[in-house]
């Protein structure tokens, strides 16, 4: 079964506004990572916050992790129009599951 | 530059063939991994290898089986192909660190149909 839960399944913003997409997950977990894919491709890997942090910043993005609630969020500040893709979260315990994905949609 | 290469990016198949999705990667990374992505669904795996000659199933291995003869590559086959198996798959590789999966790299996909 999917391990992670993102929310919301499709977020639609104007350039220059900050988009927040949450991860929800059942187990524990060594890690859990964050990729996008644009359309129809692979997916690219774009943070990794191991259990024992609770913050992590890479430019724009900032991923926060709770595991007492078993969640996580990205937030991609200041979005662009490349920035429109699908962003899934990833868990790690013996093998990686992902999620079904958020589809952001940035409007110029 | 880090590259899993998928051998074909579209796959046109008949029911009840067999079909081989081939995967090589070049960063001399022990684990491998299969999914396919379905809409609405997101990626779901088939199977799992963490040392040549060695596989895991996932979540849905029915229908599926894997070889990994060779380090650098993982094979999916699919014994006898189904409609339902009409998917985008993708193919990663990683390292493993002794404690977790550090990122994967994945190829760019093989869509297969099966008609």
């Known amino acids: 079964s999917q391990q992670g839960e993102e929310d919301p399944q499709a977020l639609s913003i104007q350039e220059g506004e900050n988009a927040t997409m949450n991860c929800s997950y059942k187990?524990?977990?060594?890690?859990l990572q964050w990729y996008r894919q644009n359309s129809g491709r692979g997916l690219v890997h774009l943070i990794l916050?191991?259990?024992?942090?609770r913050e992590k910043h890479s430019g724009r993005l900032r991923v926060t992790l709770d595991t007492s609630k078993k969640s996580s969020s990205l937030l991609i500040t200041a979005s662009r129009a490349a920035d429109t893709a699908s962003y899934f979260c990833?868990?790690?315990?013996?093998?990686?599951?992902f999620g079904a994905g958020t589809r952001l949609t940035v409007k110029p | 530059d880090v590259k899993v290469t998928q051998s074909s990016r579209y796959l046109v198949k008949r029911t009840g063939e067999k079909v081989f999705l081939e995967c090589v990667q070049d960063?001399?990374?022990?684990?491998m991994f299969w999914y396919r992505q379905d809409p609405g669904l997101g990626l779901r795996l088939i199977y799992f290898?963490?040392?040549?000659?060695?596989?895991e199933k996932g979540d849905i291995p029915e229908g599926y089986s894997v070889s990994r003869e060779k380090k650098e590559r993982f094979s999916l086959i699919l014994e006898s192909a189904s409609t339902n198996q009409t998917s985008m798959y993708l193919c990663?590789?990683?390292?493993?660190?002794?404690?977790?999966?550090?990122?994967?790299?994945f190829g760019s996909g093989t869509q297969l149909s099966v008609l």
């Open positions: 990663a590789s990683s390292v493993f660190t002794g404690f977790a999966n550090e990122k994967l790299f």
């Open positions: 187990t524990s977990i060594n890690n």
């Open positions: 916050i191991r259990s024992n942090e």
């Open positions: 990833a868990t790690h315990q013996n093998d990686m599951r």
């Open positions: 960063m001399d990374h022990e684990n």
């Open positions: 290898s963490y040392d040549v000659k060695m596989k």
